[in-house]
């Protein structure tokens, strides 16, 4: 029946991580049944709800138990333990594989989200590999009177479509192993190691050795766990003696590499092949998920790509052929891990839909013995008849008997050749498992370094001992008093650990990179149970003690993040809840009080510390592969860009720089991961298989070099140009900082904006307006005009060098550049534009009242094209400016694209006659105008003091100074801005002391004083002449009234 065989689908939430709790994350995932609801943290109305074959909730409602276990808090609590998943899930495979199916269990989810938790288990929570051997075994056990039982156990890795056997003994085949395809067996890994085992201890100690083997690949090939796919394979063969039957089965147990897709945000095209190739099995098995979900649903379907990677071809049977299969899915309950979750459900919901064909296996193996005992039968009964016939005996019968003898002796070898294999497995077993109990006694005597690895499953797996007297430790495998570990930047004879008089010290050899609880080291360092050691570029290490100095402390907060955190303390990169004691709360409930960091933040500070390791490593791999360029991380603050100048969030981006010719170039963070990926590969290819000194003979074409990339102008900084006094008509002269990412002064801006006619003419006093909204509807034209730029950090730097100053104006679709301006510190720009808002609309008041300009400052290189202006989309009025406030323009038959501007000209040129026109008489009335106000100044003075002004321009002339009261307090309050700018900028130096604490503390007072005086200052004076004016105005109208 084709709905027996449908892909079984479960999913589990796990509990929340100490990131999660840490940034207060809330739970967007709720279970009913076997439904299962997310919700969109954005947008709580959005829900979605699937429902699968099985639901595991094992997120809250638990406890550890006194054996380490985590259990239901209360007995028949919802909280799903690992027996639970064993039962729904591990039960059905071991049936499966008893009755002879294939079987296969597939766990899928983002990095982090519980597969190898699942599926391998930690500690004494066992997942369902261990425990489905476990009760394998137990059965087989059980029947052993009636069933013999065989089992081959392999375990492999694929880390960048390279298989990896992870059980083999001899050293790893460069480029790993091949993936060949018969037609009896489809396709199957060439020459991996197929151990035979009888009990699930062995198969355990096997899972133990495929592990430390993957830690040493990973430092090895300096290769991300979370990016391979580890295959567990155990084929089972069962002779029924008694039946003559024999039935196989082959079980994939499958722990997939994290699902993380690059999300769309942070994705720009990448001139090298980009990140969602990285893991081109991962991309191939969803779409053949997806050709088979669609297949199933009767939609047409010519080709499943199962050919287009390494996984795919290895689980094919797995995935719509003979097997039964199942599949995890695991999630992350938290907000922040929304979109992952929201797409693995997607994942499963499809996954779901698949049908297998499963039918009972006959081993070939047994074929073949019944085939040769068949032929056998048939090669007497000639023989018999031979002997009857007594024609050409002799030599008939000699070949029938050598045929024969052959092929009893294949029956016999295929018969001995399990126990064979058993025996020598078994020996091989026994030799590790005295290795085992070996390091177990050292552990005991010894002070260690213990690995710690990003990816929790791999930590702790290598120990190395320091035993007494000097011992070197580096590549180098040379004398017995050598430890010998592998890693980027790892010297051949890397550092020495003295341990005498009860105490261990590490001294580094000259040149090796050392660092000791986050600081560079460069002498003999006394070490402390539990110190944090670095070696060369990311190889971490956990230094434990003699064991009198153990106690009872809990190592597991020393995880690879502590060691980061750590690294980016030391880099005045600090958050200071995590560097807090905490025990890890295991309730599952967020912890209180570590919720009030800005989870904004503590995402940038976990994104910054995850790239700490890589960056070190790509600055490793250029210096080995002589690309001269250094990377660098730098947290961006996005308020640069923000046109209200908001200080909210922060971004990660690495600048990369040429040693060379000091050229720069600034990648984002998820443009540097994948290019750190491309760059593995390069190394690999260059260093890690063929010899170091070779690196430079094989120069990269620089169109595939993932170090290089031609040069693009660079955002040095940028400065905000408020743009309120444009509401008031107030011209406004301005010299703007310009503030790198960082919030360093990039220079100096100066720059006007000035309120005009549509012809471009200033406005005088008379036009400054009282009431902004009087602007509402009417027509408001300026220019802004940049003058010169000083003191270019980016020419001090280095003096081939340019710039240009971007900026985009509310509603216009395109940014504007002035020209490059180069090799000059202080550059004149001279640049100026005219706008025009044909009616101005309340959106471009709010505007103007409440934003500013961003004038973004870019850096040029030699050799980097220009940004030039693109006139696409923008319109102009016949005088030549540029149309704002689009929405409310007028009539566009006064509007022309710039296009149709030379059709234009003749009527600009009457225009413009017609305005010199206006000019000339505009002129004569001033004067006119002049000369009256003299008269009238005159006449009023002659006419008497302590007699009441008269004048019937009372109006007005007040309505002129309280403008004039308001551009005095408009510009002391650009200067109150600019001073809480400075303000908000200044903090305290990466190694302030005490006393530097204190300077700043002083200095902070000032400021803020400062601050406090021009404010009241400003608003005082507003006061008072504004009083002065309400006050005159009202002797005024008292006295004429
Ligand atoms: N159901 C669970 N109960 C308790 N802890 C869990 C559970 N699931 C996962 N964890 C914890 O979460 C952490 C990450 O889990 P795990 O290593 O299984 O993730 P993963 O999906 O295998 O990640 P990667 O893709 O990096 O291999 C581990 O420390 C693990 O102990
Ligand atoms: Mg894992």
């Known amino acids: 029946m084709a709905g027996k065989d449908c892909v079984k689908v479960a999913v589990r939430v796990r509990p929340f991580n100490k990131r999660e709790r840490e940034a207060g994350s809330r739970c967007v995932v709720s279970m009913s049944g076997n439904a299962i609801t997310i919700q969109d943290p954005r947008n709580p109305h959005t829900r979605r709800t699937f429902t699968f074959d099985y639901a595991f909730w094992s997120h809250s409602g638990f406890i550890r138990n006194r054996d380490g276990l985590f259990v239901a808090e209360e007995p028949g609590g919802r909280y799903a333990d690992q027996g639970n998943v064993f039962n729904d899930l591990g039960q059905g495979i071991l049936e499966n594989a008893l009755q002879g199916y294939n079987a296969t269990l597939l766990a899928y989810g983002q990095t982090g989200s519980g597969k190898s938790y699942s599926m391998v288990g930690y500690g004494p929570n066992k997942g369902l590999v261990p425990t489905l051997c476990e009760r394998l075994f137990r059965a087989v056990k059980a029947n052993q009177e009636s069933c013999q039982c065989q089992m081959l156990f392999s375990m492999l890795e694929i880390y960048n479509e390279q298989v990896i056997d992870l059980l083999s003994k001899g050293g790893r085949s460069p480029g790993g192993l091949r993936v060949r395809e018969d037609q009896q067996r489809g396709f199957y890994v060439e020459g991996l190691r197929r151990v035979p085992c009888d009990s699930a201890e062995q198969v355990e100690q096997l899972m133990e050795q495929g592990t430390r083997t993957r830690t040493t690949a990973a430092t090895h090939i300096n290769a991300n766990s979370s990016r391979s796919h580890m295959l567990i394979s155990a084929q089972l063969k069962q002779i029924f003696t008694e039946e003559n039957i024999t039935k196989q089965s082959n079980i994939n147990l499958v ?82 891990c929304y979109e992952e979750s929201l797409s693995t459900l997607r994942y499963a919901e499809r996954a779901k839909r698949i049908q297998n064909k499963a039918v009972v296996n006959e081993s070939p193996t047994e074929r073949l013995v019944k085939e040769l005992k068949a032929e056998n039968a048939k090669l007497l009964l000639r023989l018999s008849r031979l002997g009857q016939d007594g024609r050409k005996t002799e030599e008939e019968s000699k070949e029938l008997r050598r045929l024969l003898t052959h092929n009893e002796m294949q029956i016999k070898a295929i018969q001995t050749l399990w126990e064979h294999h ?309 011209p406004l002269e301005e010299q703007v900082e310009v503030l790198g990412p960082e919030g360093t002064e990039e220079a100096i801006l100066q720059a006007q904006l000035l309120p005009c006619s549509p012809m471009g003419l200033p406005l005088g006093e008379e036009d400054i307006l009282i009431d902004p909204t009087e602007l509402l509807g009417k027509r408001l034209d300026f220019q802004l005009f940049l003058e010169q730029c000083c003191g270019l950090r980016w020419l001090k730097e280095a003096k081939n060098r340019g710039v240009q100053i971007g900026f985009r104006v509310y509603d216009c679709p395109q940014t504007f550049y002035t020209p490059a301006v180069w090799h000059n510190v202080n550059p ?126 009372l109006r007005p002339s007040c309505d002129a100074e309280l403008a004039r009261a308001l551009k005095v307090f408009y510009h002391s309050m650009t200067s109150v801005r600019a001073q809480l700018q400075r303000l908000r900028r200044h903090r305290p130096s990466e190694e302030a002391d005490l006393l530097g604490l204190r300077l700043f503390v002083d200095e902070q007072s000032r400021l803020l004083r400062d601050f406090g005086e021009q404010l009241e200052e400003s608003v005082t004076a507003l006061k008072q002449d504004v009083a002065a004016i309400v006050r005159r105005k009202r002797e005024r109208s008292g006295i004429w009234s």
């Open 255 to 336: 722990d997939l590499a994290g699902s993380e897709r690059q999300r769309c945000s942070g994705l720009e095209a990448d001139r090298l092949k980009e990140g969602t190739a990285i893991n081109v099995s991962l991309t191939t098995l969803g779409n053949v998920i997806s050709s088979l979900a669609d297949a199933a649903l009767g939609k047409k379907v010519v080709h499943i790509p199962y050919r287009d990677s390494v996984l795919t071809k290895l689980l094919q049977s797995a995935l719509g052929g003979n097997s039964r299969t199942v599949m995890i899915a695991t999630l992350s309950p938290s907000d922040i």
């Open 828 to 953: 004149l720009l001279e640049h100026r534009l005219h706008f025009s808002a044909m009616r101005t609309s309340q959106d471009l008041l709010n505007y103007l009242q409440s934003s500013a300009l961003v004038l973004e400052l870019w850096g040029l290189q030699e050799g980097c094209a220009d940004m030039v202006s693109s006139m696409e989309g923008l319109r102009m009025t016949p005088e030549g400016s540029f149309i704002i406030d689009k929405a409310s323009a007028p009539d566009p038959s006064v509007l022309e694209s710039p296009g149709c501007v030379s059709d234009l000209r003749s009527s600009m040129r009457a225009l413009h006659q017609d305005l010199e026109q206006l000019r000339s008489a505009n002129a004569a009335l001033r004067k006119e105008n002049n000369t009256l106000r003299e008269q009238l100044n005159r006449g009023s003075e002659s006419a008497g003091r302590g007699r009441p002004e008269r004048r019937g321009s």
């Open 422 to 730: 058993l025996q020598e497995a078994l020996k091989d077993w026994e030799t590790q498992y005295a290795t085992i109990t070996q390091e177990r006694r050292m552990m005991q005597m010894h002070p260690y370094i213990l690995n710690i690895n990003e990816d929790p499953q791999l930590s702790g797996v290598v120990k190395l001992f320091i035993q007494e007297g000097d011992w070197d430790i580096g590549l180098s495998e040379g004398t017995s008093r050598t430890i010998t570990i592998k890693g980027l930047g790892i010297q051949e004879r890397h550092a020495v650990f003295t341990n005498e008089d009860r105490g261990v010290s590490i001294t580094p050899v000259s040149g090796a990179k050392l660092m000791v609880n986050g600081l560079p080291i460069t002498y003999r360092t006394e070490l402390q149970h539990l110190d944090r050691l670095i070696l060369g570029s990311s190889s971490t290490y956990l230094f434990v003690g003699f064991p009198c100095e153990r106690g009872a402390e809990d190592w597991s907060r020393y995880d690879y993040d502590y060691f980061q955190s750590e690294l980016a303390a030391a880099a005045g990169i600090h958050i200071p809840t995590l560097c807090e004691e905490q025990s890890p709360g295991v309730s599952g409930e967020p912890s209180v009080g570590l919720a009030q960091t800005d989870p904004s933040l503590l995402a940038v500070f976990y994104d910054y510390i995850k790239l700490i390791p890589m960056v070190t490593e790509a600055n490793q791999m250029s210096q080995e592969l002589n690309k001269g360029v250094e990377f660098k991380l730098e947290i961006k603050n996005l308020a640069m860009s923000d046109c209200r100048g908001r200080d909210l969030e922060k971004d990660i981006a690495v600048r990369v720089t040429s040693l060379e010719n000091k050229q720069v170039w600034m990648w984002s963070k998820v443009k540097f991961v994948n290019r750190k990926f491309l760059m593995e590969e390069v190394y690999q290819q260059q260093v890690g298989s063929g010899g170091r000194q070779e690196a430079e003979r094989q120069p990269l074409p620089r169109d595939r070099d993932p170090f290089w990339d031609p040069l693009e102008p660079l955002h040095l900084g940028s400065a905000h140009l408020w743009l309120q006094s444009l509401a008031f008509r107030i």
